[in-house]
């Protein structure tokens, strides 16, 4: 098993959330957590998965900065792409309401960057879903954002709460990729580390 194979390593998830630390642990993978508030800027003549890799990418050599030698660091970041602009975390609720209303009935793209890093060697790449929603009421919009928390997520929705059971019509690509971590891909490329 590829856990057993990467014992030689302290693994670390670079990140704060619950969504990635989940999905990490259903991989069979032990592993700390490290974060980093560092500002998060990346220039502007990137392409979008340039953008997620780069931020991924970002936050490793922050949080690497301050590891030892035997480290296996994972650190990834989700962005939203809505008719080719990027659709960051919302402000406030009228912010929210404003982007969920833009998804509603519309296709858009979820990309994580990935980076995963040693002391030897680094391996990084990005995953691309598309989502598609069905119509959503403002109703339905404010419900979601008054019962839920969409404030620290990208896109200002989770597809693993109310509004992906009711408003998803259909995704092409991985679903752990929407909720924060394309875990099958990640899986490959850890094996890259034996």
Not at 110 to 130: L, M, P, W
């Amino acid at each position: 098993m590829l856990k057993e194979k990467l014992k030689k390593y302290n693994i670390i998830l670079g990140s704060a959330s619950p969504r990635r630390k989940e999905l990490l642990a259903e991989c069979g993978f032990d592993f700390k957590i490290e974060t980093t508030e560092k500002d998060e800027s990346y220039p502007l003549n990137l392409s979008e998965n340039e953008i997620a890799e780069f931020l991924a990418q970002q936050k490793s050599n922050f949080i690497s900065n301050n590891l030892k030698n035997n480290f296996l660091l994972i650190t990834a970041d989700t962005i939203v792409v809505h008719n080719n602009k990027i659709l960051h975390k919302p402000k406030d609720e009228k912010d929210a309401l404003n982007i969920l209303t833009e998804l509603s009935a519309q296709k858009h793209k979820v990309i994580t960057g990935v980076c995963v890093k040693s002391q030897e060697k680094k391996v990084f790449f990005s995953t691309e879903t598309e989502v598609h929603f069905h119509h959503l009421s403002e109703e339905e919009i404010t419900f979601y954002i008054k019962h839920y928390n969409p404030f620290d997520k990208a896109g200002s929705y989770g597809i693993q709460e109310w509004i992906g059971n009711i408003g998803i019509e259909k995704i092409n690509g991985s679903y752990n990729n929407v909720v924060g971590l394309p875990t099958a891909e990640l899986y490959q490329k850890l094996k890259l580390f034996i």
